[in-house]
């Protein structure tokens, strides 16, 4: 897929951290470059948003080191608690506040980057494309991704190259 990208056009990306995390660490023993992906994707664009969605989990001193790190790296980070149910059933998803984010952002950019490889995003990517005009381009891991989701973006970046990844340092166990 051929798009155009010039440096007067504005864009806003959008990470699913939770699906990046899962796919980096399950399939590459790794962790993402944030920093490293957002200089990618913007590609010299005019950013006017860059949102970065993440679940509270419950350790608390991690958690807050790694969103401080999202911040540094040039991400606006929107957080929420994850929801435990009585029958121990876990729940933590962002689906739909980032894709009410994106509705909300199209009036404002003419590119909208979303980085996740989940399928449930694809009546958005269409609802963008085809009523409100926008760009929409996709970045996740082409292993894991959606084959569906990466037909309907207008551009597919694969996070699976070296420069996206962080290797995980796994530590020794110590003998006791």
């Known amino acids: 897929m051929t798009v155009i990208k010039h440096t007067n056009q504005r864009v ?15 399939m590459f023993s790794a962790r993402v470059n944030y920093q490293t992906l957002l200089e990618e994707v913007v590609a010299g664009r005019m950013l006017v948003r860059s949102l970065a ?3 509270k989990a419950g350790d608390l001193a991690e958690e807050q080191a790694f969103f401080d790190a999202l911040t540094k790296a040039g991400f606006e980070v ?3 608690d994850l929801q435990v ?3 121990g059933m876990k729940k933590a998803d962002w689906d739909v506040g980032l894709a009410v984010d994106a509705i909300r952002l199209s009036s404002l950019v003419d590119a909208i980057i979303l980085v996740t490889g989940d399928g449930d995003f694809i009546p958005l990517v269409e609802f963008l494309k085809m009523q409100k005009g926008v760009q929409v381009e996709v970045a996740a891991f082409g292993r894991s991704a959606s084959a569906k989701l990466k037909e309907a973006a207008d551009d597919f970046l694969d996070l699976g190259q070296s420069q996206f990844l962080i290797k995980i340092n796994k530590r020794p166990r110590s003998r006791r």
């Open 85 to 87: 149910f009585a029958g």
């Open 12 to 26: 806003a990306v959008l990470v699913d951290v939770q699906n990046l995390y899962h796919s980096a660490k399950h």
């Open 53 to 55: 969605y993440v679940v």
């Open 78 to 80: 929107k957080s929420k």
